[in-house]
């Protein structure tokens, strides 16, 4: 299975602040479609994971242009401006180039 | 408004069988895949499997495949999760998710004696 690592693990942040998340794979994203299958969502306390981005860059319907996504091959990367209360919990990449689909193991993005 | 709502769960007993549904609503169920997720208490998110729109190809993490079924009813917009033989390895919260991007709200299920 393709292993996803995340880093912090933790990230403590200021409202208005901004901040990254990376994510590594073990081996490229890169499909023989030519598409890089790589997704990030954010889990709220108490609910179910949302999707963001999907395919590395695209915002899904409705997130706010403060969230983007960047990345290629196996290192990929979330930047969240100008945090707000509601951008609060954990943060989660998968890939599903590869299967089975894996996740991260999460970055708790929290309140200094 | 898209909806996914499971059911289904609930405390069950070691080496018993439980089935969840998802039911689907706000978009058309029989033109995308659709998968199960699952996360244990406090843990993180570990895919179980798919299926794709008619039911004619059905993909499961190889470490699960033993213990799960995945099926799917177009005509009443709903998938399904047969779990069998259960342990306390497989309590935890099971996600259905769309191809889409939507997931729903998740289902408790706690294996216990």
């Known amino acids: ?101 894996t996740f991260g193991g999460g970055t708790k993005l929290e309140l200094k | 408004e898209v909806k996914l709502v499971e059911s289904g769960g609930g405390l069950v007993q070691p080496g018993r069988s439980l089935k969840l549904s998802c039911a689907a609503s706000g978009f058309s169920f029989n033109d995308y895949w659709m998968g199960w997720v699952r996360q244990a208490p406090g843990k993180g998110l570990e895919w179980i499997g798919e299926i794709n729109q008619d039911s004619s190809t059905i993909n499961y993490t190889p470490s699960l495949k033993d213990k799960f079924t995945i099926s799917r009813d177009n005509a009443q917009n709903t998938l399904y999760l047969q779990m069998s033989k259960l342990g306390s390895e497989d309590t935890a919260i099971y996600y259905c998710a769309s191809e889409c991007g939507y997931w729903g709200q998740g289902v408790m299920v706690t294996v216990s004696s």
């Open chain 1, 1 to 101: 299975d393709v292993l996803m690592t995340q880093t912090p693990v933790s990230l403590p942040v200021s409202l208005g602040g901004q901040v990254s998340i990376s994510c590594r794979s073990s081996q490229s994203l890169v499909h023989s479609d030519g598409n890089t299958y790589l997704h990030w969502y954010l889990q709220k306390p108490g609910q179910s994971p949302q999707l963001l981005i999907y395919r590395v860059s695209n915002r899904f319907s409705g997130v706010p242009d403060r969230f983007s996504g960047s990345g290629s091959g196996t290192d990929f990367t979330l930047k969240i401006s100008r945090v707000e209360p509601e951008d609060l919990g954990v943060y989660y990449c998968l890939q599903s180039t590869h299967f089975p689909p």
